[in-house]
């Protein structure tokens, strides 16, 4: 089975309450690459009743939020039917992981329970539709989620309404499902991301190792976290004052001149040189909000 376009669903655990914080969050997601898929904008339907909530709106996927939960809309792809579930299924979990790691939008879903949906008419009336989506995907479910997980085919008696199955699972089965999939594969900034609390947690240890700014002189009057000064267009002409043999880690304020500064570090033989996704603004959000948003 090759539909056109399948959705997964996890429904929201009670109230999600406003989701307005999730703009910021999408926002955020997409300029630091912390998603998968090629995220391009974000859409604000919460005035329409029962639509579509605050959608991440992407060119091979969609992200929505609304009373309902979050779905994934996988499309343009011609991959089958098993494949695009294993796909929306990593994808939607790796974006609950990251909406869990911002912190600002706290609602809970209900990971125990995928929604498949078949939006494919051309396949044939939605029962029969669902009970070969079953069937389908039976081998990916046991594998990913546990041999006791259950698929049930949705009856509809309106031949408009998309062909679904509801598949139920342990508890923790997602999370293990996540790894099986092969975790998170978000592009990130660089290659060679860390996150804001794996600065922090470094910082705290006492290792040594080398905090590179690449920012302008006049920012850090505005903010810093008293690291070396070195302007991203100075870079190539300074290398020298920096040790190749040195832990590295580069930020700037956002994260695009500090990804550019990594790969300049990487390509001139620093292999041990790190970027922090984010830059500045990310240690703002989840470690020390007292630092001026400029």
């Given at each position: 089975m090759n539909p056109a376009r399948i959705t997964v669903r996890f429904p929201a655990s009670g109230d999600l309450g406003d989701l307005g914080p999730l703009i910021d969050v999408f926002h955020r997601f997409i300029q630091r690459g912390l998603v998968e898929g090629l995220v391009l904008d974000v859409a604000d339907y919460r005035h329409v009743p029962k639509g579509p909530g605050v959608l991440l709106v992407g060119h091979d996927v969609?992200?929505?939020?609304?009373?309902?939960?979050?779905?994934?809309?996988?499309?343009?792809?011609?991959?089958?039917?098993?494949?695009?579930?294993r796909d929306a299924l990593r994808m939607g979990l790796g974006l609950l992981q990251a909406v869990g790691d911002d912190g600002a939008f706290t609602a809970q879903f209900d990971t125990s329970t995928v929604e498949v949906r078949v939006l494919d008419r051309r396949l044939g009336e939605p029962d029969e539709v669902a009970a070969s989506a079953r069937d389908a995907l039976g081998t990916d479910v046991a594998a990913l989620l546990g041999s006791d997980a259950s698929i049930e085919v949705v009856p509809t008696e309106d031949p408009r309404q998309a062909a679904t199955v509801v598949i139920r699972a342990?508890?923790?089965?997602?999370?293990?499902?996540?790894?099986?999939?092969?975790?998170?594969?978000?592009?990130?900034?660089?290659?060679?991301?860390?996150?804001?609390?794996?600065l922090?947690?470094?910082?705290?240890?006492?290792?040594?190792?080398?905090?590179?700014?690449?920012?302008?002189?006049?920012?850090?009057?505005?903010?810093?976290?008293?690291?070396?000064?070195?302007?991203?267009?100075?870079?190539?002409?300074?290398?020298?004052?920096?040790?190749?043999?040195?832990?590295?880690?580069?930020?700037?304020?956002?994260?695009?001149?500090?990804?550019?500064?990594?790969?300049?570090?990487?390509?001139?033989?620093?292999?041990?040189?790190?970027?922090?996704?984010?830059?500045?603004?990310?240690?703002?959000?989840?470690?020390?909000?007292?630092?001026?948003?400029?």
């Open positions: 969609d992200y929505g939020v609304n009373e309902a939960g979050l779905t994934v809309l996988r499309k343009r792809t011609t991959d089958d039917l098993a494949t695009q579930f342990g508890e923790d089965a997602a999370s293990q499902a996540l790894e099986k999939l092969g975790g998170v594969q978000a592009p990130g900034q660089s290659p060679w991301d860390i996150t804001a609390d794996e922090k947690r470094l910082r705290d240890s006492d290792a040594e190792f080398v905090l590179l700014d690449v920012r302008e002189e006049s920012e850090t009057s505005i903010a810093t976290l008293d690291g070396t000064l070195i302007p991203l267009g100075q870079l190539d002409g300074r290398l020298g004052e920096l040790d190749r043999g040195a832990h590295i880690v580069v930020h700037c304020r956002s994260g695009f001149r500090g990804a550019q500064a990594v790969r300049q570090l990487r390509d001139a033989g620093f292999e041990d040189a790190w970027h922090l996704n984010g830059g500045l603004m990310a240690w703002r959000d989840r470690v020390d909000p007292s630092i001026p948003q400029y």
